[in-house]
T-cell receptor, first 117, second 114 residues
Framework: GAVVSQHPSRVICKSGTSVKIECRSL??????MFWYRQFPKQSLMLMAT?????????EQGVEKDKFLINHASLTLSTLTVTSAHPEDSSFYIC?????????????FGPGTRLTVL | AQSVTQPDIHITVSEGASLELRCNYS??????LFWYVQSPGQGLQLLLK??????LVQGIKGFEAEFKRSQSSFNLRKPSVHWSDAAEYFC????????????FGRGTSLIVHP
């Protein structure tokens, strides 16, 4: 089946630094990629939707200058958390959408655990 | 906007027992409905989905779910639970038609006792 990878799986950083998380679709081209944030024992909250070569569409309440998304190719999207603070500590999950045979499918990465000290 | 409620935060069952995880949704029309499973350190895996047609949907790993429009529900069931089924389960709903973006419930943690 289709595989989506994320790197790194865990990252610990100091407050004020920036962190980049990569999301790759390994064996398919993703028309659209999504970034989610998950707090403990809570649901996945959609942060933004990105299409290759276009600016990301951010959900209400998500700071686009804080969470920079770049979708440079059909297999790679990056999320950069700029000037990270402890409240940005969370589990970040990406997902990639593929279209095959006229039907859509969405595949999720394993997530990245960000801890900001 | 659509929303989904998973009323149970935790469910504990014995191995071999049957399982039902509840999911209720709010949407004005017939939505797209999904169940995902998340094991520790892994991404979400799609168990099954309902778009249209037969309201009883069969999924992977022996799971099934039934769409009940009158109750706005899409409960997940399995007749006999295995220890490896212990995980977090998410119900999701999306607007039907075109490219969909699921809205997730908060999840139900399944604990399986030997």
């Amino acid at each position: 089946g289709a595989v989506v990878s994320q790197h790194p799986s865990r990252v610990i950083c100091k407050s004020g630094t920036s962190v980049k998380i990569e999301c790759r679709s390994l064996d398919f081209q993703a028309t659209t990629m999504f970034w989610y944030r998950q707090f403990p024992k809570q649901s996945l909250m959609l942060m933004a939707t990105s299409n290759e070569g276009s600016k990301a569409t951010y959900e209400q309440g998500v700071e686009k200058d804080k969470f920079l998304i770049n979708h440079a190719s059909l297999t790679l999207s990056t999320l950069t958390v700029t000037s990270a603070h402890p409240e940005d500590s969370s589990f970040y999950i990406c997902s990639a959408r593929a279209i095959a045979g006229g039907s859509e499918a969405q595949y999720f990465g394993p997530g990245t655990r960000l801890t900001v000290l | 906007a659509q929303s989904v409620t998973q009323p149970d935060i935790h469910i504990t069952v014995s191995e071999g027992a049957s399982l039902e995880l509840r999911c209720n949704y709010s949407y004005g029309a017939t939505p797209y409905l999904f169940w995902y499973v998340q094991s520790p350190g892994q991404g979400l895996q799609l168990l099954l989905k309902y778009f249209s047609g037969d309201t009883l949907v069969q999924g992977i790993k022996g799971f099934e779910a039934e769409f009940k429009r009158s109750q706005s529900s899409f409960n997940l069931r399995k007749p006999s639970v295995h220890w490896s089924d212990a995980a977090e389960y998410f119900c999701a709903v999306a607007r039907s038609g075109g490219s969909y973006i699921p809205t997730f419930g908060r999840g139900t943690s399944l604990i399986v006792h030997p």
